[in-house]
């Protein structure tokens, strides 16, 4: 009798798939170990071991593995437990979980591409003869596929050859670096303090009479204080002066001037700083202790604190205790809120036991944390990270923080396993008896009905940090100011006075522009032609900055025409108004003030976001228009007014979702708004000043938003009232596409009758050449989601049988959103 190993293949079929290995070899693998096995004709693979037994498969001769790759399990059990959950519950297989979940660089395979790694100088007489091969192979080509590596090294096996090379540093995957980013400091310069007194100021001018360019600068810079409250830059008073950098220095020298940076406590992270001690206030404190009686009964808790109150505090104290009792920390935040403000500010506590764990990452950088969580060693004691963190492995885990619990940017959309981040988080906790803290100012609908219900357990901070106040939110009707033509552009006359008046104070703007459904289209006024994507259902919008029409879907983009593409006109107009544009008419409307602009196009690059909030917290800019992206979490000192350009493309939105996220959304970016002393301002501008929405926006009413939409989720039996799984086929061929749904609802209303909604095509019908269209079956509570999850199972069997369907893809979204 031989010995036989099943093997987890990162690939999305459901079976597992075993392999002959000797008596030895199963003496030595252990579960979670990685070997390279072939598959198929000529493939080979990277696969995780599963398990060593003696039962011959049946349907087919097992061929042997190539080699083991790991001396000690990669993967462990608590994360075996936790991904089989998660391919269960998502409805996805492990092997799509296994490929998610491990960096790319641990799963070599037969496709991958291989580069040269420029960082490391190569010493070739330290490689083994087959290594300087392949080193050498590429100093002539710039990548090579693991096949051709094949070819070269004349073997057919080399996996362990290039794990060898990678962690040599001789090679690596493609993919971008991502270097940790260090902003540069920008320089201010102010009189000293002790020349506040005017008497001295006087003495000062006289003991500099003998020195004419210095005295010109310290004349330079009062006159710039009379006219402005902005910070001065050094490079300013030097222009304005018209006088030259070592004069400003000397007078820097003398202590007549003060050179200053803004927040560069925030900025960079000194090893050698004393690590900081926390005091929480009353508020925090009384939080914090209701956090750890639930913690106690129910092992997971809602934090519910208003912007600005200090709920970071809590969750430093939290994982301090954490560490205290010996064990590992996680703190999940959506990608984009995972800034180095943030990181530099844990730090300051917990120095360099964080890790942190994202993709922007390279993945060595990646490799480094699962290796460091996996040995538990003292520099990864806490990782802070986005969604995909909590697949590292974690042995000893106590604590798990979800900040901004309310994101929607959790759920991972595509591929599988199209998993809630938050809802893993809290099964993950539960397998490693640790406790869990959900933490929002704005709580989902769900997290605060497992309040509701005694799942959760609940605390709340109802007043900002240092007591300073909630901003003052008022609404502006658009719609008069539109019909009495008293708009500026966008702009109402409110809006417009209120963004002079803090200029004139020194300080700064936010504006917010939804551009979801509301970017401007170009529209010939003769045929009313708009043009559209050729791969995908929706209009081409228009950017400016390249005067380019773009698919927000696939990227597709053309040249902006002059004349109509369908009936030749040159009547084109552009509609609607996103981000860019709203910029330009600030250019026209407030000359002199420095305008920023973060959106998805701004932010492409690769340190583009960390660089606009860098520019913006040093005061460089004036105001900045952003969608989505400037509600996250950004703590600025000076901002002291917040304008939201248009409230009611994010009511209208076509979701049952569109109400809970317009509250979130306003009051997250209201909270940006003055959170250091002077109360902030914020301008709603609508043309619905009386939708119930807004009015719990602006008297900061979340109980009132709750109770009205679970109660309307109920009457629609919506989540959380009900479960949703949403299936969507895919296919190029429109009617086969329509044929196949068609088959599948009804099979699924045979046996799920009523629950079954759909086949419909989703507002975009078409993506990337693709048709799509979707079916979403309802479960209530009552019922058992595994024995429906069986009966879809059941279905999609069939429905694979059907040889016609074989071009149809199935994609399952468990818990929607
Ligand atoms: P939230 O996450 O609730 O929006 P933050 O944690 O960002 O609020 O806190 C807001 C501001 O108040 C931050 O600048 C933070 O440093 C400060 N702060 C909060 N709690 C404390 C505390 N206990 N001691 C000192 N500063 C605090
Ligand atoms: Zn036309
Ligand atoms: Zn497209």
Request: charged share 25%.
């Amino acid at each position: 009798m031989g010995y036989f190993l099943d093997v987890v293949l990162p690939i999305p079929l459901e079976r597992r798939f075993t392999y002959k290995i000797s008596q030895k070899e199963a003496g030595f693998i252990q579960k979670g170990m990685r070997v390279a096995i072939p598959f198929g004709k000529s493939k080979i693979y990277t696969a995780l071991a599963y398990g060593v037994h003696q039962n011959a498969p049946e349907a087919y001769e097992a061929k042997e593995i190539y080699q083991i790759l790991d001396e000690t399990p990669l993967v462990n059990q608590f994360q075996f437990q936790h991904w089989e959950w998660i391919a269960q519950y998502y409805m996805c297989t492990l092997g799509e979980v296994v490929r998610s979940a491990l960096p790319s660089s641990f799963l070599l395979e037969s496709e991958t591409l291989i580069l040269p790694n420029k960082e490391t100088e190569i010493n070739d007489l330290e490689l083994k003869d087959d290594e300087f091969l392949v080193y050498e192979a590429l100093q002539h080509q710039s990548m090579l596929k693991v096949g051709e590596v094949s070819d070269i090294v004349d073997k057919k096996n080399v996996l362990p050859l290039l794990n060898r090379l990678v962690q040599k540093g001789v090679v690596c995957q493609k993919e971008e670096l991502y270097e940790q980013y260090k902003p540069k400091l920008v320089r201010y310069v102010k009189l000293s303090a002790e020349f506040d007194d005017e008497s001295r100021l006087e003495d000062l001018l006289n003991s500099l009479s003998r020195a004419p360019k210095q005295s010109q600068v310290v004349l330079s810079l009062f006159q710039i204080q009379a006219t402005s409250k902005k910070p001065i830059l050094i490079a300013d008073l030097e222009k304005e002066s018209g006088s030259s950098r070592a004069v400003i220095k000397a007078l820097i020298d003398k202590s007549v001037l003060e050179e200053y940076f803004i927040q560069t406590d925030r900025v960079q992270y000194d090893a050698a700083q004393e690590e900081k001690k926390i005091v929480l206030n009353s508020h925090q404190k009384e939080a914090f202790e209701a956090i750890k009686q639930s913690f106690a009964n129910k092992r997971t808790a809602l934090l519910h604190g208003v912007t600005s109150s200090g709920k970071t505090e809590v969750y430093i104290k939290l994982i301090e205790e954490c560490l205290n009792r010996g064990k590992q920390a996680l703190y999940l935040l959506p990608e984009i809120a995972l800034t180095s403000q943030l990181i530099n500010r844990l730090r300051q506590y917990f120095g360099d036991k964080v890790a942190v764990y994202h993709s922007k990452y390279s993945l060595n950088e990646r490799v480094e944390a699962w290796k460091n969580v996996l040995n538990n060693a003292e520099k990864a004691q806490i990782v802070i990270g986005a969604r995909s963190s909590l697949f590292l492995p974690f042995s000893n885990l106590g604590l798990v923080v979800v900040d901004e619990e309310h994101e929607s940017s959790f759920k991972q959309f595509d591929p599988a396993p199209r998993y809630h981040a938050r809802d893993a988080s809290v099964v993950l906790a539960s397998y490693h008896g640790a406790d869990c803290l959900l933490g929002s100012a704005t709580p989902s609908i769900e997290s605060m009905d497992n309040v509701r219900k005694g799942k959760y357990g609940y605390a709340s901070i109802k007043i900002r940090y240092g007591n300073v106040l909630l901003p003052d939110i008022n609404l502006v009707d658009i719609k008069e100011a539109t019909r009495k033509k008293r708009m500026k552009g966008h702009f109402s006359e409110t809006l417009f006075n209120a963004i002079t008046e803090t200029l004139e104070e020194g300080e700064q703007v936010i504006l917010f522009q939804n551009r979801r459904g509301f970017s401007p289209i170009v529209e010939c006024t003769t045929c009313g032609n708009v043009t559209q994507c050729p791969n995908c259902d929706v209009s081409l919008t228009y950017h400016q900055h390249r005067n380019q029409l773009r698919c927000h879907y696939c990227g597709y983009h053309m040249a902006l025409q002059n004349s109509c593409t369908a009936c030749g006109s040159f009547t084109l107009d552009k509609k609607g108004f996103g981000t860019e544009q709203i910029q330009e008419e600030l250019k026209e409307l407030f000359p002199d003030a420095r305008v920023g602009r973060m959106d998805l196009d701004t932010t492409r690059g690769k340190y583009a976001y960390e660089k606009i909030i860098t520019a913006f917290e040093q005061q460089e800019m004036d105001i900045l228009v952003g969608t989505q992206m400037v509600t996250k979490g950004l703590d600025f000192r000076n901002v002291s007014l917040v304008g939201i350009m248009n409230a009611d493309s994010l009511l209208n939105f076509p979701d049952y979702r569109a109400h809970e996220r317009s509250f979130q959304m306003l009051t997250q970016v209201a909270g940006r708004a003055g959170r250091t002393q002077k109360r902030g301002k914020v301008l709603i501008q609508t043309y619905n000043p009386y939708h119930q929405i807004l009015q719990q926006v602006t008297t900061n009413d979340y109980n009132k938003m709750f109770r009205e939409q679970l109660y309307e989720r109920e009457q629609f039996k919506y989540p959380p009232i009900n479960k949703i799984i949403k299936l969507t086929l895919k296919d190029r061929d429109f009617n086969k596409l329509n044929e196949a749904a068609e088959w599948f609802a009804s099979s699924l209303r045979n046996v799920l009758k009523h629950q079954v909604l759909g086949p419909e095509y989703p507002p975009v019908a078409r993506i990337r050449r693709e048709y799509l269209k979707n079916i979403v079956v309802k479960v209530p509570r009552t019922q058992s989601m595994a024995q429906i999850k069986n009966s879809i199972k059941r279905i999609e069997k069939s429905f694979n049988a059907i040889s016609k369907y074989k071009s149809v893809r199935l994609l399952y979204n468990v818990d929607h959103i």
